[in-house]
């Protein structure tokens, strides 16, 4: 299919790019944030998740219900969401580390494009807080640098520390995140050919509370059965992937709350994984493709269950920018169109505390051409992207 796109006259000059990816065609056009207060507009169309038809204004970057005089009307039609969040991501990271700040901002504009106006960032080697007063770029909840053991995960992406340095790891990153720190839970062990643990429970326990103590939730990254029991046993807020969850952690995480972020994108990938460690690590290679076999069953039960789910992309590293809409798709097939849109915006939206489509709240919106429960390949598509009350993206059907 071919798309273009169409904006209303006033909300600054436009530049498109077109290009193809996973058998769409799309015309990106990207509109310049204009100088000054935001613009007072005007949508109208069905507002999700509440299914209702109604107005929307738009004023100094909030919304309001009520009506704002002059207000130009952008939308009459549509299908209005909460801007979309994606909740795993690495702002600044690439395969080989850090990025420079200019490549920085080309991932979040990236992000942004794609509808994606909330980002938790899972640890970045670059300080990226020079992103975070731009209004013209996503929100970014950072998480500091990962933490992992030395030799024991991807080469410049992480402070490494062995165990007895990770309590006051963790509570320099904490001090130096958003409120999340994130640790690296399993790994490829040489010795023994497999995904291990890195950190003791007992220490990983210790470093959970101080963390706590400073403010923040932990998360981390778990291929292994063992590590994301180990962890959740051990009282940890959030699981990254989480493939090897069994029957009694997904219970005990559903009964806690603790969050899944299962990162559907990065799992197409293990196959590649085991592939490229089969001839040194053929243990490692049959563990990783079991849990690809089975991960819509495993993370299928965590939906059932109780757990609450979000979309991430693992953007950065292995992936580029931009890849919401793929992680949607994906989710779909897990738990449905409906489950799948609220992980990757108005249930998304609340857990990382900022709000949806309320009165007085930042006016960070999609919209859509069509109804993205029934047809969900519709979030590739959002017809309006708009970030704290200025248009900055979007595409018409034509």
Known sequence: MTHRHDMPPGLGPLTSLTHTHDGHTHTHVRSEVPVGPPQRLRLRGVVLPEGEERDLWLHDGVISFEPVADAITIATEGWIMPGLVDAHCHVGLESHGAVSAERAEEHAVTDREAGALLLRDAGSPLDTRFLQDREDLPTIIRAG??????????????????????VDEVITQAER???????????????????????PTEVAKEAIEAAHEHGA????????????AELVDAGIDGIEHGTGLDDDTVAAMAQRQVSLVPTMINLENFPQFAAAGEAKFPRYAAHIRALHARRFETIGKAVDAGVPVYAGTDAGGVHGHGLIASEIELLAQVGGNDFALGAASWNARRWLGHPGIEEGAPADIVVFAEDPRVTIATVREPALIILNGRVVGGSATA
Do not use: M
Request: with cysteine; proline share 5%; charged share 35%.
């Open 145 to 166: 640098r990962h933490i992992a053991r030395p030799k024991r995960y991807s080469r410049n992406f992480a402070e490494e520390v062995e165990p007895d340095q990770l």
């Open 217 to 228: 939730r932990v998360t981390a990254h778990c291929f292994d059965e063992r590590s994301v």
């Open 177 to 199: 995140g958003d409120g999340w720190v994130k640790i690296v839970g399993d790994w490829i062990d040489r010795d023994a050919g497999d995904l291990t643990p890195l950190w």
